[in-house]
């Protein structure tokens, strides 16, 4: 029988010699096995594929990238904040409030701009141009020139303290930059978590390409004439101007190719959060040296928060995109890989149990002298931000979004 | 000894080539683990007995490997969220949303190109080296830290192995690959690339000149500016020019002993980078155009590569052979040209052939260059060494050269007599007398007598010409010297009691592409 993970178990793996928590996780189509599925595309509007070897079969097989790297970690850190809404997690999380600007949006912005849901977390061009009003101050200033962005502006991972306490997911999730500058000379912090998922013996089905029948039968010769309001008007003859019905959705439509998707045999998530990764970060308090108790504290935190991350993913669900939801045929058990050729010990963790294991190592941290903030920190976004976002809306109302970027 | 081991944690390697950026590299060369070892110590406080103990070991020689082939993930580009501006758009146009907010963000192309080992762990080992007990220490230490080799998303666990596998890449004069790797020095060039003294003494004085006021503030301004002439030091990324070869380990020979011909059963593949897309029929003009570059690049040429005396006259020992590689046997097969295999005669030593042949494969800085063939009508080919991880079929050398019992040829065997029975009279004796011929062309080579030679103008390999010369399809007749007689060929299968192993290259053009066999089991 498999026992539950403790934060025994935990502190012994992050204080000692282990290498990794590893979770291979087996999934299915949720239509069931042998269902098509859809993989991402990209530029050139490709699937990702490579060959494996399996056990038991002579040849490679194919398999395909069902979900990547960095979508992954974008999932698993909209999970914590998902959980973080719900209130059954508390974590550090600087927010971005659109509500309330002078500046009237044709949409008012609804998703949740946070750390979590930022490309570049603490680092992000948005939250670099967002204002704080600190404590005891009236008025607010740019984050980049509070104290907050102070305390990690000179931040390494032998002093990761600052971002600890304001912005653990990015000790987690790893990030580049400083409060001013993307990249260059700023904070560098490895990512400590990686996750993916590849499809196993995969089938590729061929593009498909048709026609799309109007149900009036209207056919393509019938023109129509567009007025600059917008409105339309059946041509008298065929004459300059005149157009064909499908420019306003009417009469026989081409569409495609598009993509006919994958069946595969199965497909296989595996995350693993890097312990070495971890020990790489030390915490000083109070401006004094990293003692190992804090270290220790601290680096059991953020494995804690690693695993609920992981968990509360996967408690989401794998919905990955349209017509490509998987099922996990087993629940979700960790290997400590520690002395290389030996077997590995296995634990298991549930989402509530990965909740309450974190809330137990910061308790635990904050005792030692570790503490992070209770509540968000919340900024709002500068003048000059909201004009920018008011000018895309008003850009992409009059002539539509550039498409830029991944299928 | 010292050995390094190293686990891949998820399975992957993503690492990118640093002559192609499109390709992954694998194995990881040696250079990349010493800059990993090098990263974990300086970002971890640089003790100096660490510091010491890299210096020890760069100054080691170069590591033997055992890794595993990986098979690469196609390079896709994936477009990724810029962070110099969080802008919504650009120029007039709105920018496509972000996925987790309803912002938009200009992205860039990026690629991540990775390989999948085969298996996850690999070794680099010293067999000579002697460490100390602090130096083991120290670097025990460093690999305990060592996060990832490559991309951040390449997690490795790494450690000293006492007792690692049996090595399988080993260092040589040539080989089917080239590695960076490190030496003396190369720690020290690490970190002035690196320049870290430099840049956290620009940013200390920049924080003073911040906090001060007045004259001292103007002071420090002076001193900034003498000392950094204005610019801002940076990181540079290192580049690492010292490459080395690394051939195959041959696995020692078990009880059975396999016979094989004349020829070295590593092959040197050569790829078809660039050249107009045709058949076997071309190898007599491609392999002329390949011997005559070979000998342009080694001057004077050895024997064992001309294929001459030193008087100018034939020689009389096996020589250097040239094998076209087409793509034959498969369901739809079609015998078009995709490489060539150099076959070196048995008995050259490493060396000889490395010096041999480096002219023809490498520049004067001793970086790998393309072989350009000049084709006449079909104009400029070019080669360049196979070195993929994982290359289609007809371009891996164990492909042409596995022990089998069963042969057949790709192109025809030019008969090295002419048989007394007329075909026309006397289809079965003639028969007989050729594959007798054959059979004989073993022996002469050193390879056991087939027990059944079947002969036929029609190739068992599916997509390989047929044995009968026309004006539209065909091999060609080898040409021949004025007055000499042209040459019977013919397509033949063979059967040997045991299995022997290849290259097995039969008849009188077996120098120039003519009588390459394939292992083949009848009826596939």
């Known amino acids: 029988m498999i026992e539950a993970l403790t934060l025994d178990v935990l502190k012994e793996a992050v204080t000692g010699t282990a290498a990794a928590f590893r979770c291979r996780t087996q999934l299915q189509p949720a239509g069931g096995e042998g269902d098509k599925v859809f993989p991402p595309t990209y530029a050139g509007a490709v699937y990702a594929t490579e060959m494996r070897r399996l056990p038991g079969r002579e040849e490679p097989v194919e398999c395909v990238l069902l979900d990547s790297v960095q979508s992954q970690a974008n999932r698993m850190e909209e999970a914590l904040q998902q959980a973080v809404d719900d209130e059954r997690l ?61 305390s990690w502006r000179g931040t390494s991972p032998a002093n990761a303290s600052p971002i600890y ?173 520690d002395k290389p050729g030996a077997e590995p010990k296995k634990v298991t963790l549930t989402s509530e149990a990965a909740i309450q294991l974190l809330h137990e190592a910061a308790e635990y941290a904050e005792k030692v002298g570790l503490a992070w903030r209770k509540e968000p920190l919340v900024l709002k976004p500068s003048d000059q931000l909201m004009q920018l976002v008011k000018k895309s809306q008003e850009l992409a109302a009059a002539q539509g979004a550039e498409a830029e970027g991944d299928v | 000894m010292l050995a390094l081991g190293i686990r891949y944690l998820t399975g992957y390697a993503v690492a990118t080539d640093a002559a192609n950026r499109d390709l992954p590299e694998w194995p990881p060369h040696p250079a990349r683990v010493f800059m990993a070892l090098a990263a974990a110590m300086f970002e971890t406080g640089e003790a100096q007995e660490e510091r010491s103990a890299l210096e020890w070991l760069e100054q080691q020689g170069n590591p033997f490997l055992r890794v595993s082939e990986a098979e690469p993930r196609d390079v896709v580009k994936h477009h990724v969220p810029v962070n110099d501006s969080g802008a919504p758009v650009k120029g007039k146009k709105a920018l496509t949303q972000l996925q987790s907010v309803a912002l938009g963000r200009v992205r860039q192309p990026r690629t991540f190109p990775r390989v999948r080992p085969h298996e996850d762990t690999v070794f680099l080992v010293w067999p000579n080296a002697e460490p100390s007990e602090r130096e083991r220490s120290a670097l ?256 891996q050398g164990p492909v042409w050269t596995r022990p089998s019992d069963t042969w057949a040829t790709v192109t025809p065997i030019v008969l090295d007599r002419h048989p007394k029975t007329e075909r026309a009279k006397n289809r079965d004796q003639w028969s007989r007398e050729v594959a007798e011929i054959i059979a004989e062309s073993c022996e002469r080579q050193g390879l056991p007598r087939p027990e059944y030679v079947d002969v036929d103008k029609t190739s068992w390999h599916r997509g390989a010409p047929r044995a009968v010369a026309g004006k539209s399809a065909g091999f060609p007749l080898m040409p021949v010297k004025e007055g000499q007689g042209i040459r019977q060929q013919v397509h033949a299968w063979l059967r040997f009691e045991e299995p022997v192993e290849g290259p097995l290259l039969l008849g009188a053009g077996r120098y120039r592409g003519y009588g390459v066999c394939r292992p083949c089991k009848r009826g596939t």
Request: hydrophobic share 40%; charged share 25%; net charge neutral.
């Open chain 1, 90 to 150: 508390k974590i550090p999380v600087i927010e971005v409030d659109f509500e309330g600007s002078e500046t009237q949006l044709l949409q008012p912005i609804n998703s949740r701009v946070t750390s979590l849901t930022v490309p570049h977390r603490l680092a992000d061009a948005i939250l670099r141009d967002s204002a704080v009003v600190e404590e005891g101050e009236n008025s607010g200033k740019l984050f980049r020139d509070s104290t907050y962005a102070a």
């Open chain 1, 165 to 337: 306490e304001l912005c653990p997911t990015a000790l987690l999730f790893g990030f580049w930059g400083s409060p001013e500058k993307p990249g260059g000379l700023g904070a560098k912090f490895q990512r400590c978590v990686v996750s993916e998922i590849v499809g196993i013996d995969a089938v590729i089905s061929e593009s498909r390409q048709g026609l799309r029948q109007d149900p009036l039968g209207i056919v393509k010769r019938a023109q129509v004439v567009l007025r600059e309001d917008g409105a339309w008007e059946v041509a008298r003859e065929e004459k300059k101007g005149g157009t064909r019905p499908s420019e306003i959705n009417h009469g026989p439509i081409l569409f495609g190719p598009t993509h006919g998707g994958v069946t595969v045999k199965s497909a296989e998530q595996m995350v693993v959060l890097s312990l070495p990764a971890l020990r790489r970060l030390q915490f000083g308090v109070n401006g004094g040296s990293p003692r190992r108790e804090i270290n220790d504290a601290g680096r059991t935190v953020l494995a804690a928060l690693g695993l609920c991350a992981a968990a509360l993913a996967a408690e989401k669900g794998f919905d990955l995109r349209s017509r490509c939801l998987l099922w996990p045929t087993e629940p979700q058990i960790w290997e400590i890989l």
């Open chain 2, 140 to 395: 025990a230490s460093i690999c305990a830290k060592v996060i990832r080799i490559g991309h951040s998303s390449s997690l490795v666990q790494m450690w000293l192995e006492q007792a690692p596998p049996e090595c399988n890449l080993e260092p040589a004069d040539s080989g089917e690959k080239r590695l960076r790797t490190m030496g003396a020095g190369t720690l020290e060039y690490l970190e002035s690339m690196f320049n870290k003294g430099e840049i956290e003494a620009h940013a200390e004085l920049s924080e003073r000149i911040n906090s001060a006021k007045g004259a001292s503030k103007r002071k420090l301004k002076e001193e900034l500016a003498e000392r950094f002439g204005g610019r801002e030091p940076v990181s540079l990324r290192p580049t690492i020019s010292q490459w080395q070869a690394y051939e195959r380990v041959r696995p020692p020979k078990t009880g059975q002993i396999v016979a094989s011909g004349v020829f070295d059963p590593e092959l040197l593949v050569l790829t078809i980078d660039e050249g107009p897309i045709v058949g076997l029929e071309t190898t007599w003009q491609f392999l002329t155009a390949m011997h005559k570059t070979i000998l342009t690049t080694c001057d004077p040429a050895p024997e064992w590569l001309s294929g001459h005396a030193a008087d100018g006259s034939p020689s009389e020992r096996p020589h250097v052979a040239l094998m076209p590689l087409a793509f034959v046997g498969q369901q739809y097969a079609d015998g078009h040209l995709m490489g060539v295999a150099i076959a070196m005669p048995k008995g050259v030593a490493a060396r000889d052939r490395g010096r041999a042949l480096r002219g023809l494969l490498y520049n004067n800085q001793g970086i790998p260059k393309p072989v350009e063939l000049k084709l006449g009508p079909l104009g400029t080919w070019k080669l360049a060494r196979e070195t993929r991880p994982s290359p289609p079929v007809t371009l």
